[in-house]
T-cell receptor, first 112, second 114 residues
Framework: GENVEQHPSTLSVQEGDSAVIKCTYSDSASNYFPWYKQELGKGPQLIIDIRSNVGEKKDQRIAVTLNKTAKHFSLHITETQPEDSAVYFCAASLLRNTPLVFGKGTRLSVIA | DSGVTQTPKHLITATGQRVTLRCSPRSGDLSVYWYQQSLDQGLQFLIQYYNGEERAKGNILERFSAQQFPDLHSELNLSSLELGDSALYFC?????????????FGNGTRLTVT
C-alpha cells in the first residue's frame, strides 16, 4: 500500500520568511496529492491540491510542487503570518482505488 | 465551517465500555469517512461508506464498527474500549467516491478511555 513520509515534524520560522514542508510517497501510481491545514481544536481543512499531470500549482502565498520521478512533493508558504501557525498534513491517493494516506504532520510555528 | 457535524465533542469513558460517535455529512455529500488521529500515528483511515454501503476499509479493529443510515448520517461504534483507543476521531465527507474529491472534515470527537 501507499506510504507517505513527511518532514520536518516541527518547523519554526520568523514572520515574513518562507516555510517549506516536504513529503515523499512510495507508490509511483499515486496521482492525487492534497495538503491540509489543521488549526487547534479543529479538523483538517484542504488548502491546496495537485494532480500528477501538473508540476506546480500556486494559490496566493501557497504553492505546491510535484516531482514524479523522485516521488516527492512540497508545500511552500511565502511571507508567513502568525495565522499560518498550524499543523500541516500532506496526503496521497490512487484515483478511485484507495482513500487518502496522510503523512504524520508538520507543526508550523510563525514567530512574530 | 466545513458543514460536517460531529457529536459529542468530548467523551470520557472507562475501559471495557462501548461508545457511539455520530457524524452528519455536509449537505449533498454521499461519502463518509472515519479517521483516527493519535499523537504518534497521525491520521489513520478506518472506514468509508458511500450512500449507505461500505466502500473501503482501513486499519479498523474488529471491536470497531460503523454504519451509514438512509439520511446519510454515520455512526462509529467502539466497543471493549482499551486505553490505547484514546484519540481524536474525525469524520469527513465528500461528494462522491472519487479519492481526488476534496474531503471536508468535522471538528472531531476526543475520546478519553480511563
Amino acid at each position: 500500500g501507499e506510504n507517505v513520509e513527511q518532514h520536518p515534524s516541527t518547523l519554526s520560522v520568523q514572520e515574513g520568511d518562507s516555510a517549506v514542508i516536504k513529503c515523499t510517497y512510495s507508490d509511483s501510481a499515486s496521482n492525487y496529492f492534497p495538503w491540509y491545514k489543521q488549526e487547534l481544536g479543529k479538523g483538517p481543512q484542504l488548502i491546496i491540491d495537485i494532480r500528477s499531470n501538473v508540476g506546480e500549482k500556486k494559490d496566493q502565498r501557497i504553492a505546491v510542487t510535484l516531482n514524479k520521478t523522485a516521488k516527492h512533493f512540497s508545500l511552500h508558504i511565502t511571507e508567513t503570518q502568525p495565522e499560518d501557525s498550524a499543523v500541516y498534513f500532506c496526503a496521497a491517493s490512487l484515483l478511485r482505488n484507495t482513500p487518502l494516506v496522510f503523512g504524520k504532520g508538520t507543526r508550523l510555528s510563525v514567530i512574530a | 465551517d466545513s458543514g460536517v457535524t460531529q457529536t459529542p465533542k468530548h467523551l470520557i469513558t472507562a475501559t471495557g465500555q462501548r461508545v457511539t460517535l455520530r457524524c452528519s455529512p455536509r449537505s449533498g455529500d454521499l461519502s463518509v469517512y472515519w479517521y483516527q488521529q493519535s499523537l504518534d500515528q497521525g491520521l489513520q483511515f478506518l472506514i468509508q461508506y458511500y450512500n449507505g454501503e461500505e466502500r473501503a476499509k482501513g486499519n479498523i479493529l474488529e471491536r470497531f464498527s460503523a454504519q451509514q443510515f438512509p439520511d446519510l448520517h454515520s455512526e462509529l461504534n467502539l466497543s471493549s474500549l482499551e486505553l490505547g483507543d484514546s484519540a481524536l476521531y474525525f469524520c469527513a465527507s465528500s461528494v462522491d467516491t472519487a479519492y481526488n474529491s476534496p474531503l471536508h472534515f468535522g471538528n472531531g470527537t476526543r475520546l478519553t478511555v480511563t
